[in-house]
Each structure stands twice: as structure tokens, then as C-alpha cells.
């Protein structure tokens, strides 16, 4: 009977105990500031090519009305950066994003930022002010973007930056800001690397 009420103790407790989390991301949640967005701690996730799932297929608007889907940068590695003007670490990293997609323009690489958000006209405001040039999908009304990498490595910050394969697939993510352009540059030299 002791032997029982021992183990029922030590089941109780390990219950208890998955309540308890260092995740990073539910502890900001918890803390109820007023920041108004979930910083990622700029962890990065690669995917090996033999574990990438399906293609992430999409479509939407930019801020400046054209229409845009994955299909437009086929045979091309793909950087999506999520984000929106109100985001602090969304406005430090801009410049190293904008640094990069000019390094990359013309040379297989293409960035694509999907502003979750704001309007076309916050998210121009936003670019003409950080100086960056490659488009953005307006993404607030119908989430439809986001959706379309939900089941993949979904992004659950913001900033969060996906760099897509040749294929359309998830190769890796920046959880949070791009912190050390060179982390991201590496992610995009390995990717376009890559064998077909």
C-alpha cells in the first residue's frame, strides 16, 4: 500500500511539474507587459533538405496593391520576414535586412516581408523611413500568409524570419530579431548552395 501511495505522489508531482516552463515566449505572455508583441530570443531552427516538409504556397498584397504569391519566386531562395512598424526589435533589425537583400538582389535570393499589422499606408511610412526597398505583404486582414506557414516552422514571434529552399521549402527560421546579420547571410549562402 505504501509502495502505491508513493508512486500516486510521484505521478501527482510530475503532473504539477508540466505545468512549469523556461519557454521564453509563454513567460513574456504571462508577464502582461505592455510591449505589444512576443520577442523571440533569436534562436535558429535549420531544417536538414531529407526533413523539409511541403512547399509553402501563398498569396497576397503588397503594400502597394500588387498582387504577390509564392509561385513568383520559384527557383529562387526566399527570406519572409514577419513584422510590423509597432515592433521595436522589428525596427532594429531593418537595416540588416535591407542590407542583405541588396547583397543577394539578382544573385538568387529574394526577401519578402509580411507586415502582420498595420496598413499599406504605416507599412510604407515604415519602409520609407528604414530605407527598405523589397516588398511586403499586407497580411492583417486576412492572415493568410501566416496561415500558409502555420504548419511547417511557424513563426511564433515577431520578428520571426523564414529562408525558404529552391523548392518553396522551410530550410530554417530566426525566432525574434535578426541580431548578427552574418547568422542570416550564412543561412542564405547554405541555401542557395544546395543541390536540387
Known sequence: MRILKTAAILVVGA???TGCTTDTLAAQYRAGSDKNYIAGDGSVTEIAPSNRGKPVTF????????AVSSSDYAGEVLVVNFWYAGCAPCRIEATDLQALSQKYAGKGASFLGVNLYDSADTAIGFETNYRVTYPSVIDRDTGSVLLAFSGSV???AT???IVLDKQGRVAARILGPVSDQTTLDNLIQTTLAEKN
Open 59 to 66: 498569396t497576397g498584397t503588397t503594400e502597394t496593391g500588387k
Open 15 to 17: 503532473i504539477a511539474l
Open 154 to 156: 511557424p513563426p511564433k
Open 159 to 161: 520578428p520571426t524570419t
